[in-house]
């Protein structure tokens, strides 16, 4: 009898072999239906593989990710035998499911354009009418490269090649096609019942830019039609929102090929939303007790050798640069320049905590396809600060910033976001600092002082920084995934590299613990994602542009421009239209600008000392003096109304 036992505790028995979705279908005739893969182990597989050993399986389907996944990788095999018979000449590379959906990547002369899309998801229609089976075999790799040698496919002849040579080497082959594949998959082409290619874009063979450029095709695909168009409609709001067509719509940052890629420049509006933040977080370290300092965008090879951050990081970093006998690197980081800095004095117990705070300007080397306007760039600049500590404040001093952190979300109505505590992956001596003892004592602090917090998080292995765990306070944008906006780490590695140390109380030397954290994490990204939730139009404490004065001709350009001059005497931004346009021009523009306040001013305004005022939100809200909109502005800017 062979024993199978299914995801909620109960099992079946059979006599004989079966296939997982021969069980399936015993289960449940819905189920089996509905079945993309198994789960046979731990480990997916097709619906075919036969069971034959006691085992625990679980059905996985569109719902689980697992299933998801083996669904949308199916539909990436459709989408590149639908390229091969519309461009036989195109090289096949690889074509993965992806969070959303899937890609494909092609090596094919001038490339695709959104017209061949629309051909290329016509051929995959008739794919899916063809209802071709998904059959698996192997061949030991010797034949695998020669298979692969006959297809003309150099791309998979690489592949097969890194493998060892005593590797059985998995196919997929669906009619006239067939791919280099480990599965699992669905077993007909006819269960794929909705999907859209969504986009092209350019991808490096193996992503690096020492190798050829690709071109990659991303799609995506659904169970069901409506879960499609849901998506769609997700994605064309995100293009709405996309922080890089509102930031250049609004004037507020540009980039230039002529600078280089991931170098975004902020232009004045931009710039002024920039100091708003910038001046917002520094206050409110001030109040807290840090110290501000500014150091250096480089620094030596051994500074980082020292810090560790040479050996763990320097494929992130920018190359070398050899000056006077010695190596320098931009610095992808700042820790080691505060380390510096608070070894540069004696300290005491009595004197600690040391909280020192940096806008620093950053780099890091980012992969061409990753960068996302200054979402991810190459230049960044990070809202950082390092807290030398004693053990016993670790908890007080990490309370403290977990509620600026939450202080700080308030202030920008932030409200939908999940805590995370990133822990290292022991089995990854690679990646992290190789000191079990360490880990177990920060991970346990840090886990101890949440506990002890009562905050909700949840624990994810191999997140945490190769020094030390960390807490990252992950947000959920409008649109898009989640990603990184705070994070506090704790750290016993650095400070003992550096020979950090303070005279306790009974005076001995001991070596502080460090929390490295940033709040608005870095200004560039914190600002993309205000741009995204808003859509640019900011509420009036952040808008680079608070008020506009809109003239009703040329001849009140003067009362317009005395207007606006007693406003920014206020400490209020403020603009004037002086352009000879029509009123209504003007003021249809100054929306699309999304400025919050806009002033028409006439004969009667300037008669009366007064302005007909239009907000973004209410439109024609009636004549004021300058006292009492001053007075009403303010107001929202003391509460930082949102």
């Not at 109960?10 to 279908?25: D, H, L, R, T, V």
């Not at 354009?113 to 899916?128: A, Q």
């Not at 523009?589 to 001013?601: D, G, T």
């Amino acid at each position: 009898m062979i024993k199978v036992t299914l995801k909620d505790g109960s099992f079946k028995e059979y006599e004989a072999p079966k296939s997982i979705i021969e069980i399936a279908e015993d289960i449940s005739e819905g189920l089996a239906r509905n079945a993309c893969a198994g789960e046979l182990d731990g480990e997916t597989a097709d619906l075919r593989t036969i069971v034959d050993t006691d085992c625990s399986l679980s059905i996985l389907t569109c719902n689980d990710d697992a299933g998801l996944a083996a669904y949308r990788h199916t539909t990436s095999h459709i989408l590149a035998q639908a390229v091969k018979r519309l461009y036989p000449q195109a090289k096949l590379a690889i074509g993965p499911s992806i969070a959303e959906g899937f890609y494909y990547d092609f090596d094919i002369e001038g490339g695709f354009t959104p017209e061949d899309l629309e051909k290329i998801e016509g051929e995959m229609k008739k794919i899916i009418k063809e209802a071709l089976p998904l059959e698996r075999f192997t061949l030991p790799r010797d034949e695998a490269i020669k298979f692969m040698e006959e297809k003309d496919e150099p791309y998979k002849v690489e592949l097969i090649t890194d493998l060892p040579e005593d590797s059985v080497i998995s196919f997929y082959k669906q009619g006239d096609f067939t791919d280099l594949c480990a599965g699992p998959h669905l077993m007909n082409t006819k269960f794929v019942k909705a999907y859209k290619l969504t986009s092209l874009a350019g991808a490096y063979w193996r992503g690096s830019e020492k190798n050829k450029m690709l071109t990659r095709i991303y799609g995506t695909a659904f169970p069901k039609k409506t879960d499609l168009e849901e998506y769609l409609a997700k994605l064309e709001e995100a293009k709405l929102r996309d922080h890089r067509k509102i930031g250049r719509e609004l004037g507020l940052f540009m980039t230039d090929e002529l600078v280089g890629k991931g170098m975004p420049m902020f232009l004045p509006k931009g710039y002024t939303l920039w100091r708003i933040l910038e001046n917002y977080i520094r206050d409110k370290e001030l109040d807290a007790g840090y110290q501000h300092v500014l150091t250096p965008c480089v620094g030596t090879v051994e500074l980082y050798k020292t810090s560790g951050h040479w050996e763990h990081y320097k494929d992130n970093m920018f190359p070398a640069m050899e000056v006077d006998d010695e190596t320098y690197v931009l610095r992808p980081m700042n820790c080691p320049h505060h380390m510096r800095i608070y070894a540069n004095s004696a300290h005491s117990y009595r004197n600690l905590p040391v909280r020192i705070g940096e806008i620093a300007h950053d780099f890091r080397y980012e992969q061409s396809g990753a960068l996302k306007g200054i979402e991810r760039g190459r230049h960044f600049c990070q809202n950082d600060a390092h807290l030398f500590v004693t053990p016993e404040q670790i908890k007080d001093e990490f309370t403290k910033v977990v509620e600026m952190i939450f202080d700080t979300y308030k202030d920008f109505g932030i409200t939908d976001y999940r805590m995370v505590l990133s822990l290292r992956d022991p089995a990854d001596k690679e990646k992290y600092h190789d000191d079990d003892e360490m880990w177990d004592i920060a991970e346990n602090a840090l886990r101890n002082v949440l506990n002890e917090m009562g905050l909700d998080y949840t624990e994810e292995i191999g997140e945490a920084a190769f020094y030390g765990p960390k807490l990252d306070v992950n947000v959920k944008p409008a649109v898009g995934a989640e990603y990184t906006l705070s994070t506090c780490q704790l750290d016993f590695c650095l400070p003992a590299k550096f020979n950090l140390t303070y005279i306790d109380k009974d005076s001995k030397e001991r070596t502080p613990v460090v929390l490295h954290r940033a709040i608005l994490g870095s200004l560039d990204r914190f600002m993309a994602y205000l741009i995204e939730e808003t859509m640019g139009a900011f509420p009036v404490w952040l808008a680079p542009v608070q008020i506009k004065v809109l003239p009703i001709s040329e001849k009140f350009l003067d009362y317009a421009r005395s207007v606006a001059k007693k406003l920014k005497e206020k400490d209020l931004r403020v603009e004037v239209d002086t352009r000879n346009e029509k009123i209504g021009y003007k003021i249809r523009e100054a929306r699309s600008l999304k400025i919050p306040y806009m002033l028409i001013v006439g004969a009667k305004e300037e008669e009366n000392g007064m302005v007909a005022v239009r907000t973004r939100e209410d439109g024609d809200i009636g004549a004021m003096s300058l006292e009492e909109l001053e007075a009403q502005i303010h107001q929202k800017i003391v509460e930082k109304s949102l």
